[in-house]
């Protein structure tokens, strides 16, 4: 048994979904992890297969979960107010639940006197224009300190232009606050568009879910629609990142956050980019068309996307234009506390969705439940 943790206590919020499960598994597997995890879970038949994973016992780390929901305000402020660390990654836009976990941390800090550490999981969603497909831009944000244009380069962005009306910016500025306050010390991580099936024990056992949501939710558009389609001409420009690199920022950012002497920014200085490379709509979509005639997952051979009409808008989408946003970011300040994404290029999004089409498509099938656009990123 590994004695070698941080030696800290975590709160951990999310452990079932897709992101949190994989960020629950990088920080257990970390150098360092924490001696024990608290997961606040939902669903209480999930909390034996909390306690049942091999790596936690492997590596000295004691899970315990607390049955429960962000809903039960009082039940998660005090959870927070008893751990060192809170890692939040079940809803971005939650802002109650954010506020009873920081009334708990700043609990902590008047029995300590020591500020705990926020680790929150936002997205680059915040970085949206409103494009619906028409046009890209170059209007590209930088986690780190902005460098003027050059030639060759347009002028790098600061967080700090963000609207406060802008996706997840409410939550990001709340807890931004409390850093500046001295109440706790946060830690912003925001992901892309994410891919990858998610793999390993939390996966395998069915604590976490294994599907992304915007690839998966497009797949199942073009099987519901019969064909792939986009949101307008699907000019707008993501970017993207596998799930295993961006566990490993989760790690990395506890790692470095809970050591003995932290250099990590935090609080305005603490916003942390899970950003590889970039796609475009068009390009996707097409993969996509691609992998469902390829797969004879739909009645057509016709591979090229469609523009969603406004009905298949408010199907698929609660009939926002989401899809069709830019959102354009470069991951300085991740990288350079040693943050090395391994893939990084737009075809190796377009592999996965080779694969993830007939996964989608056996998962769901062509009958699977609409719902309104609630992405995380």
């Not at 949190?20 to 257990?28: M, P």
């Not at 902590?108 to 997205?123: A, D, M």
């Amino acid at each position: 048994m590994s004695t070698q943790t941080s030696g800290k206590t975590v709160f951990f919020t999310g452990a079932t979904g897709y992101i949190g499960g994989t960020a629950l598994s990088y920080i257990i597997g970390s150098p360092a992890p924490p001696k024990k995890i608290t997961a606040l879970i939902r669903d209480p038949k999930k909390a034996d297969l909390l306690t049942s994973l091999s790596l936690a016992m492997e590596k000295g780390v004691e899970l315990v979960p607390l049955v429960g929901s962000l809903e039960e305000l009082e039940k998660v402020r005090d959870a927070a107010a008893e751990h060192d660390v809170v890692v939040s990654t079940a809803n971005a836009d939650d802002l109650p639940g954010i506020k009873a976990i920081i009334e708990g941390m700043k609990l902590r800090k008047e029995k300590t006197g020591h500020r705990s550490l926020l680790i929150h999981t936002s997205g680059t969603g915040v970085l949206v224009d409103k494009a619906k497909g028409d046009y890209p831009n170059d209007i590209i944000y930088t986690d780190l300190n902005p460098t003027p244009a050059t030639r060759d380069a347009p002028a790098l962005r600061s967080m700090t232009e963000l609207s406060p009306s802008a996706p997840h910016r409410e939550v990001d500025l709340a807890i931004i606050e409390a850093d500046k306050a001295g109440l706790i010390k946060s830690y912003i991580i925001l992901p892309s568009t994410i891919w990858g099936a998610g793999k390993g024990e939390v996966y395998d056992k069915g604590l976490s879910n294994s599907f992304s949501d915007q690839i998966p939710t497009l797949i199942k558009a073009g099987l519901d629609r019969g064909r792939a389609g986009m949101v307008g001409e699907g000019k707008n420009i993501w970017p993207h990142v596998k799930i295993t690199d961006l566990g490993n920022l989760y790690s990395l950012v506890y790692q470095k956050a809970t050591q003995q002497n932290p250099t990590i920014g935090h609080g305005p200085s603490g916003y942390y980019f899970g950003i590889a490379g970039e796609y475009t709509l068009f390009g996707a979509t097409s993969r996509i068309g691609q992998a469902l005639v390829k797969n004879k997952l739909v009645d057509t051979k016709e591979t090229t996307p469609t523009t969603f009409n406004e009905e298949e808008l408010k199907k698929y989408y609660g009939g926002s234009t989401y899809m069709g946003t830019n959102s354009r970011g470069v991951a300085d300040r991740s990288k350079s506390i040693g943050w090395k994404p391994k893939y990084d290029q737009e075809d190796d999004l377009f592999q996965h969705i080779d694969s993830e089409a007939p996964r989608v498509a056996k998962e769901f099938g062509k009958e699977w439940k609409v719902k309104k656009f609630t992405s995380a990123y």
